[in-house]
Nanobody, 129 residues
Framework: QVQLLESGGGSVQAGASLRLSCIASGGSFFTYGVGWFRQAPGKEREFVASIDWTGTSTLYVDSVKGRFTISRDNAKNTVYLEMADLKPEDTADYFC??????????????????????WGQGTQVTVSS
């Protein structure tokens, strides 16, 4: 069964950059879309970005457009989230997740949490002003 492991989080100043990695092991990955979500303390888990299985189609929440970039390297079983110009409101635990269904991924929209399983354990990002 595939397992996902996030890394790359940390504590940074506003305006800094971080690159998060999501590494898959133990199962199929390259034929599945992948999403990044985040959860701030006391808030619901929200969609951040997604990438389809081919790596050619991406989707972002409006608040990160132009600052975050999602990409994948299927040879390395890894999906990245490059985060630039970080803001205090980006502070959250960041989670990656694999689409439950391969390739086109079924009927659920890429921003729908219910479209994904399994999930990683998360990596913390803290941005101070």
């Amino acid at each position: 069964q595939v397992q996902l492991l996030e890394s790359g989080g940390g504590s940074v100043q506003a305006g800094a950059s971080l690159r998060l990695s999501c590494i898959a092991s133990g199962g199929s990955f390259f034929t599945y879309g992948v999403g990044w979500f985040r959860q701030a303390p006391g808030k619901e888990r929200e969609f951040v970005a997604s990438i389809d299985w081919t790596g050619t189609s991406t989707l972002y929440v409006d608040s990160v457009k132009g600052r975050f970039t999602i990409s994948r390297d299927n040879a390395k079983n890894t999906v990245y989230l490059e985060m630039a110009d970080l803001k205090p409101e980006d502070t959250a635990d960041y989670f990656c997740a694999r689409r439950s269904l391969p390739k086109l991924g079924g009927t659920l929209y890429p921003s729908d949490r219910n479209a994904y399983t399994p999930w990683g354990q998360g990596t913390q990002v803290t941005v101070s002003s």
